[in-house]
């Protein structure tokens, strides 16, 4: 399927800001992947380190119309999941060592990472973990601020 930023706007009622492309294919990756004040780590890369709700009930199914994950700061725009139909399960009941999961998500078919300025990513089916990002400053650490 050609998933283009016009296609996830359509299904989503979202919209993304004029200066993106909105015809060009979303290339759908199995790696990390960063969106402002969000990354997306493949579960693989830090399973040691994070802890998920094993019990059904708090998993639910992405809707098409998808799942908000953080809203940026003071109000500012979603970054919002979006998957097929059935294809994609998510949960906010994780946490990591690091304190900076806001959740999980388990896909079969590619799923997709919308937000208003950056556009969208796509990740391949697999399991991933959802973080706040933070850098550091001299000797401190902050959260990335969308």
């Not at 993106?20 to 960063?34: F, K, M």
């Not at 940026?72 to 949960?91: I, K, Q």
């Not at 556009?119 to 850098?135: D, F, I, L, N, S």
Request: proline residues 8%.
């Amino acid at each position: 399927m050609n998933v283009t930023l016009a296609t996830l706007e359509a299904q989503t009622g979202l919209t993304a800001l004029d200066h993106l492309e909105r015809s060009v294919r979303i290339p759908v990756v199995d790696g990390l992947q960063a969106q402002g004040d969000l990354i997306v780590i493949p579960l693989a890369m830090i399973a040691g380190s994070v802890r998920r709700s094993r019990a059904p009930e708090r998993w639910e199914h992405v809707p098409p119309h998808g799942v908000e994950l953080l809203r940026g700061e003071a109000g500012g725009n979603p970054h919002t999941l979006v998957a097929e139909p059935f294809a994609c399960r998510w949960t906010p009941w994780t946490s990591d060592s690091e304190r900076l999961a806001i959740g999980m998500f388990e896909t079969t078919a590619p799923a997709y990472l919308l937000h208003p300025e950056h556009g969208a990513t796509g990740c391949a089916p697999g399991a991933y973990v959802v973080r706040r990002q933070r850098e550091r400053e001299g000797p401190r650490a902050r959260l990335v601020a969308d």
